[in-house]
T-cell receptor, first 112, second 113 residues
């Protein structure tokens, strides 16, 4: 069955530290992959997406993600976290249709 | 420009009552989606509208759930005879035809007591 796993429910990092949020997927077809961020009281905002080509994709707010087919992963990274990055992050996958499969999310806390 | 808006932002209702949740998509977006987000879980697809095509209702969890959309504008998600397990945040999103990028509203937090 198709699925997306975000193994870390909560992550806490200090401001200025690097960040990596994990995402693993199980998908038969070539996946289209997304990372969304949800701030408190806000809707989800697209950070970045991968369809094909270069496996390292750049997104907004200084985020990047790397698609690794051999590991079925699409981890999100940021070299230096800001306090405003505290939010919940969702990984999602689709085969190119409108039906996304979302992970359960990772809540990021940033320490001053 | 204006984003996707949803109302109400919060709704508390008694078990057994009916509720209506509203979504105003971004103007010009032909596609509209409803999702349910239960506490500690990912987003669960409910229904998809694309223009005047028949909606994809495959994600609706029971016949107590229904949704309508007027043309390419407002959509209403109705939950009849609410149950406690219906408590969740209901998110609406819209997108341009042929686009994979969905724009989300802030959601409606539904609490069934």
């Amino acid at each position: 069955a198709q699925s997306v796993t975000q193994p870390d429910i909560h992550i806490t990092v200090s401001e200025g530290a690097s960040l990596e949020l994990r995402c693993n997927y199980s998908y038969g077809a070539t996946p289209y992959l997304f990372w969304y961020v949800q701030s408190p009281g806000q809707g989800l905002q697209l950070l970045l997406k991968y369809f094909s080509g270069d496996t390292l994709v750049q997104g907004i707010k200084g985020f990047e993600a790397e698609f690794k087919r051999s590991q079925s992963s699409f981890n999100l990274r940021k070299p230096s976290v800001h306090w405003s990055d505290a939010a919940e992050y969702f990984c999602a996958v689709t085969s190119g249709t409108y039906k996304y499969i979302f992970g359960t999310g990772t809540r990021l806390k940033v320490l001053a | 420009g204006a984003g996707v808006s949803q109302s109400p932002s919060n709704k508390v209702t008694e078990k057994g009552k009916d509720v209506e949740l509203r979504c105003d998509p971004i103007s010009g977006h032909t596609a509209l989606y409803w999702y349910r987000q239960r506490l500690g879980q990912g987003l669960e697809f409910l229904i998809y509208f694309q223009g005047n095509s028949a909606p994809d209702k495959s994600g609706l969890p029971s016949d107590r759930f229904s949704a309508e959309r007027t043309g390419e504008s407002v959509s209403t998600l109705t939950i009849q005879r609410t149950q406690q397990e219906d408590s969740a945040v209901y998110l609406c999103a819209s997108s341009l035809r042929g686009s994979d990028e969905q724009y989300f509203g802030p959601g409606t937090r539904l609490t069934v007591t």
